[in-house]
Structures are given as structure tokens and as C-alpha cells.
């Protein structure tokens, strides 16, 4: 089974994000990037696939600037096969010059599997897997807690709102993964060394304009006040009471 | 390209809330437009519905419960399928080619915004908080970052558009009742394709109805404070007083103590409940994105350093064993 799996880096959960001056870009100097967390749990998928089938092969592709490769570099580390870096100056916005640039590449190659986040946690757009689904003709399932693959069929479990679809497909297939019940291994120092030395595919984008979505700014979202403690212990709660009732009135 | 086209959902035989969240901002749209406001609806609609409907300022209603074959047989649309109700949707922009496309963010708004965007070459916007339209185009604002930021963005004239609206962040107004005029359409998903569509083999409820966080006024949450799954009982009772849906920090669920359904954060759903009860939760930056936009914070935590405290509008010191119990003791006595 030939598997491909779309990452993108984006900023560490943890970090703070600040805006710059021109207020349409954020600081670049403060901040780690990461694998996106959702397609982490794709990956560590993956990787269980292939361990229970060693004919698998996995493929990890990203579109972004050069700082990616390192992500790229981790998981063939941790056992991908191939890398393909497609390379950017910068993180590209628009999200459906993204989709056509991936999707172009995507079907170069026949895969199965096809494993995207359900969404990045920059931008959260929650787009992009399902629109190559689209562009390419290959049914997507989208929000994925977990999957299955027997005999070229796919059982899948979209999360929704209260409930738990199953969906049944045959292979190829797009999924999005929603947080799954793996987290991703950590690579050894010994793999970590060896996947250095792998070459990564890179292939130079030529950044194809869309200016159909303007940003005119971004801004931080109206601060919280701090609030206040209303006491200790059991005794306080007759207080909280009234507060919910008589001055909120939300309960 | 004109007009609006919002696209509502069913859930138990009801049209969602966040439905109408959508008509509302469809019907402002239209006025200061002054284009025509059509909606669609995938699936079986009752009559109660539609009369609910007509306060809503649609002019057209479009109904698609059906497929048609290739060789024009009916069959009755049953189950989400995506791809069928891309075709559904797509069937009714190709009548009206209408300019701007609403979804709620909900999964089967998220799911089909997208495919419709992708399959008509139109801008897409998702979860957005606000709109208003100006002469360069549709402005909207969204948060990013997981809400640390929010943008805003222009949707140019010269391009049709599709966004979705991030639930529970519109107000939802009726309009004197009106009589859309009533269409009913048919998907046209040949057997063939049919064929190799996924297909939707079974829904999983959880054992007990549960309200879900993302749709609930109310959340009550417990983190790994709460020391024992079983211990979630407490925290079960309360919500159950308080018809609120139980929430949980990444710790727990990560421990398997609660389901993934109910985690709120940057990994979980990003709720914003009225009231938002944390119980044993230190609030970490990725929780705290999940909920900051809750309308009333309260938090209950032994450490009067714990993080959480910061951004709470009320806080109360000490044993959750304690407190929570009482707190339910306190609210089932009416005032
Ligand atoms: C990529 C990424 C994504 C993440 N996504 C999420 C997410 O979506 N949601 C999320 O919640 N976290 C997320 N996290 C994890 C987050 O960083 C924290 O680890 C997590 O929120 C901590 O959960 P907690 O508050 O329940 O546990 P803890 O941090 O251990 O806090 C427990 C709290 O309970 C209090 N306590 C203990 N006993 C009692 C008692 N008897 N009475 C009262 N108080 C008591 C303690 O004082 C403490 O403050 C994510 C992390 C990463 C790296
Ligand atoms: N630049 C990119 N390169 C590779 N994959 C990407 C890129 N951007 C987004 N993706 C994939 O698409 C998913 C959804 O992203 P989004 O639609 O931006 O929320 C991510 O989780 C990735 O799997």
C-alpha cells in the first residue's frame, strides 16, 4: 500500500503570537515551529499501518519555506520512506492555491491512502484535504478519530457533533485526522542522524498569485479582566449562587 | 452571480440553531444587497419546519430529498453523503448562481464548504464571527491562532463567495412572516458513481444522551483534579442540574477517562457557552483557547495560583470534593 501524508509546520501550540507593526503579519523571531498537531496523529496512523504490513511504503510531503525540511527529516526518522519538500519563500495563505499546488503534485503518483490534519492550527481553515478530494477525484473523509483497512476497503470514524459516523469506502481514499487515540513516537538520536543524510525532493514553487481575499488586518481578540475570587471552600458557594442568579442571571 | 444561497441543516427532525443563525445574517445580507435570499434544505423537512421557516425573509426554498438516476429513477436521499449532497447543492447553484454561499460551521458545514468552493471556483472564508458587506467586497473576521488572533479579510466583488459562520457567534432574529415559494429538486448521482462513494454504514450515539459542548449554553468541565474517572459523577450531576454538557481538559481524555467528544481546547472544540464551569483544571494555553470566549468563566481550583484564575470571572479557592457537590446542593433549591 502506497501511503502519502500532507504536513505543515506551523507555530508551537505554546507560543505566543504577536502581531507585527504593518498589522497583517505576526513576529517571526520568538517562534518554534511544529508539525501540526492534527497531522501528527496521521502520521503515528501511518506508521502502524506499516508496521502491521511491511509492503507499506509512506511518503510525507510539505509545502512551505525552508525551515520544513526539518520537520520532513523527523519523521523520516521515525520511519517514513520518502520525502518531498515542495518550496516556497513563505507560507503561502491562500488556501486554494495551496490545494491546487498539492493536488498537482498528489497526482504525479497513484497512492491508497492519502492522509491530511483536519485542519492546520494556524489558519484553521479545516480545508484543504477535502478540496484535493475534490480537485482530484478521490472521495474524501473528513474529521477521522480513527480508521481500519481490510482488503482494500477503508472503515472510518468521522466525529460529529454528539455522535460517531462509520463511514465504509474502497481504497484510494483522502482522510482528515481529527485527534486520534495515538500520539506520535519520538525519533531516536541514531534514526535522527541517519535521516539527515537522506536526501529530501525538493521542488521549487512558483508562487501562483490569487488575490480574490484581501487581509486588511489582524488584530488580538478583547482581553479578559481578570476576575475575582470569590473565597475559599464550601462557604463561598452561596455567593457564586448569587452571583449566576441575580447579577449575571445566566442561570 | 447574485443573490444568497444559505445552506440549513436538519438534526432530529429540527432546523438547527445555527441554521438560523445562518438565515439571520442571509437575510441582513440580501436587504442591504438588495438581492434575493434563497436557502436550501438537504433531506426530509416536515411541515412544522417549513412554517418556521417562513420567519426567516426567504424568498426561495429549495427542498432535495431525492436522488435521480441516469435512467430517472427516484430514490429517497438517506444518510450524510458528501459527494450526494455536493450534487444537491451544486444542482441549485446552477439555477441561481448566486454570489454568496452560507454554512454554518458545524461538521457538515465544514465538511461541504469546501467541495462547494472548490467545485464552483468560489473564495471561501470558514468559522467566521462577523460580516458586513462593503463596496470592495464581503468583509468578515476569523479567529486564527486557535482565537490568539483574529483577521480580517475582504471577499472581493468580482469573485462569488462561500463562507461558513462559527456556531453560537450570531443572534438569531425573526422577520414578519412571509411565503418563500417552494422548490423541489432532486440530486442527479448516477448508480455508477454512487457505487464508489463512501457510504455511511452506522451512527454511534453515546450510551447516555448527552448534550455536546459544542452546541451547549452551559459546560461544565473537569481536568485531572478530578483524580478518578469515577469521580466524573460529581461533575455529571451538576451539568444534569444545570442541563449544561460535561467538558474535559486533554489530561483526562488523554487518560481515557472521558471521550475526545467532550475535550475542549486547541486540540478538542473551541466553545463559547455562557457559562463555563472549570473543575480541577489548571488552565493551560491550550485550554484556555478552547474556552476563553465563553461568556462567564468560573473556575474551581485548590492552587490560588493555578492559571486558570487569570482569565475566570469567578473564582472560588479549595477542594473540589467539596465544592462541586455543594455547588449542586445550593442550585437544586430554586432561589
Ligand atoms: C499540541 C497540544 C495540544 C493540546 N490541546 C489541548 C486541548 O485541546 N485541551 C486541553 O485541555 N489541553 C490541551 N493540551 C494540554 C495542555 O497543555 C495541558 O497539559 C492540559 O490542559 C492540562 O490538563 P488539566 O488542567 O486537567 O491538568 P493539570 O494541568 O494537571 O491541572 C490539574 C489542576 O487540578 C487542580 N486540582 C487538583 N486536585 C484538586 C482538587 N481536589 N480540588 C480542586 N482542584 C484540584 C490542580 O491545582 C491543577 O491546577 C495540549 C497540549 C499540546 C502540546
Ligand atoms: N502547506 C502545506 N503543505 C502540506 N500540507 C498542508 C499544507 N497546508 C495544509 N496542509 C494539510 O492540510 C490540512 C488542513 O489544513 P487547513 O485546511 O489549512 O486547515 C493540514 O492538517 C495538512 O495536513
Known amino acids: 500500500m502506497k501511503i502519502l501524508i500532507c504536513i505543515k509546520q506551523v507555530p508551537d501550540t505554546a507560543t505566543k503570537i504577536k502581531i507585527s ?11 518554534k515551529y511544529e508539525i501540526n498537531p492534527y497531522d501528527e496523529y496521521a502520521i503515528e496512523e501511518a506508521l502502524r499501518l506499516k508496521e502491521n504490513d511491511p509492503n507499506t511504503t509512506i511518503t510525507v510531503m510539505s509545502l512551505g519555506p525552508e525551515r520544513v525540511k526539518q520537520s520532513l527529516t523527523k519523521i523520516i526518522a521515525i520511519g517514513a520512506d520518502n520525502a518531498i519538500h515542495l518550496k516556497t519563500n513563505e507560507d503561502i495563505k491562500n488556501s486554494f492555491v495551496v490545494a491546487k499546488i498539492l493536488a498537482n503534485e498528489i497526482k504525479k503518483e497513484r497512492y491508497d491512502l492519502i492522509l491530511f490534519g483536519k485542519k492546520s492550527v494556524d489558519q484553521d481553515n479545516n480545508q484543504i484535504g477535502i478540496m484535493i478530494g475534490e480537485i482530484n477525484q478521490i472521495p474524501c473523509i473528513s474529521n477521522c478519530t480513527e480508521f481500519k483497512i481490510n482488503n482494500n476497503t477503508i472503515t ?89 442568579r441575580e447579577e449575571r442571571k445566566i442561570i | 452571480m447574485t443573490g444568497i444561497l444559505s445552506v440549513l441543516e436538519l438534526k432530529n427532525d429540527e432546523v438547527t440553531n445555527s441554521s438560523l443563525e445562518v438565515l439571520t445574517e442571509a437575510k441582513k445580507i440580501a436587504t442591504e444587497k438588495k438581492q434575493d ?15 418556521k421557516l417562513k420567519e426567516y425573509g426567504i424568498n426561495s426554498l429549495f427542498i432535495c430529498s431525492t436522488n435521480t438516476n441516469k435512467d430517472g429513477r427516484i430514490t429517497l436521499l438517506s444518510g450524510y453523503s458528501p459527494e450526494i449532497y455536493t450534487m444537491a447543492i451544486s444542482s441549485v447553484i446552477e439555477i441561481i448562481k448566486p454570489e454568496i454561499i452560507i454554512f454554518s460551521g458545524t461538521s457538515v458545514g465544514k465538511d461541504l464548504a469546501p467541495r462547494i468552493a472548490v467545485n464552483n471556483e468560489y473564495s471561501i472564508a470558514t468559522d467566521c464571527i462577523s460580516i458586513s458587506v462593503k463596496p470592495e ?44 415559494k417552494i422548490k423541489s429538486i432532486s440530486s442527479n448521482v448516477s448508480e455508477n458513481v ?18 455536546d ?58 466553545v463559547s457557552p455562557n457559562l463555563y464551569i472549570a473543575c480541577g483544571i489548571s488552565g493551560a494555553v491550550q485550554h484556555q483557547v478552547g474556552m476563553i470566549n465563553s461568556k462567564c468563566i468560573v473556575a474551581i481550583n485548590k492552587d490560588k495560583n493555578a492559571p486558570i484564575f487569570k482569565f475566570s470571572d469567578y473564582g472560588i479557592v479549595g477542594d473540589l470534593f467539596e465544592i462541586v457537590p455543594e455547588l449542586t446542593k445550593k442550585l437544586k433549591v430554586k432561589n
Do not use: C
Open chain 2, 213 to 270: 459542548v459544542s452546541e451547549a449554553s452551559i459546560i461544565v468541565s473537569g481536568g485531572r483534579g478530578m483524580k478518578d474517572p469515577k469521580n466524573f459523577n460529581i461533575i455529571e450531576e451538576l451539568a444534569n442540574t444545570l442541563n449544561a454538557a460535561v467538558g474535559a481538559s486533554r489530561a483526562v481524555v488523554d487518560a481515557g477517562w472521558r471521550p475526545h467528544s467532550e475535550q475542549v481546547g486547541q486540540t478538542g472544540k473551541i
Open chain 2, 37 to 51: 435570499n434563497n436557502a436550501i434544505v438537504i433531506g426530509e423537512i416536515n411541515n412544522n419546519n417549513v412554517e
Open chain 2, 137 to 180: 467586497g464581503l468583509e468578515v473576521k476569523r479567529p486564527i491562532y486557535a482565537g490568539k488572533i483574529i483577521e480580517t479579510v475582504i471577499l472581493k466583488t468580482n469573485n462569488p463567495k462561500v463562507i461558513s459562520l462559527k456556531i453560537n457567534s450570531f443572534n438569531i432574529k425573526k422577520q414578519s412572516v412571509n411565503e418563500p
Open chain 2, 194 to 211: 454512487i457505487q464508489h462513494l463512501p457510504v455511511l454504514k452506522e451512527t454511534i450515539f453515546p450510551e447516555r444522551k448527552t448534550l
Open chain 1, 156 to 244: 472510518a470514524h468521522r466525529e460529529i457533533e454528539g455522535a460517531i459516523q462509520i463511514f465504509e469506502s474502497k481504497l484510494p481514499i483522502i482522510i482528515t485526522q481529527e485527534k486520534g487515540k495515538n500520539e506520535l513516537r519520538y525519533p531516536s538520536l541514531r534514526n535522527l542522524m541517519a535521516a539527515k543524510k537522506k536526501t529530501i525532493e525538493s521542488i521549487d514553487i512558483v508562487e501562483q498569485i490569487n488575490d480574490d481575499i484581501e487581509l486588511i488586518k489582524l488584530e488580538y481578540p478583547p482581553v479578559r479582566k481578570e476576575g475575582k475570587i470569590i473565597g475559599e471552600g464550601k462557604e463561598a458557594v452561596s455567593e457564586l449562587v448569587r452571583i449566576l
Open chain 1, 21 to 31: 507593526e504593518n498589522k497583517k503579519t505576526i513576529e517571526q523571531t520568538s517562534i
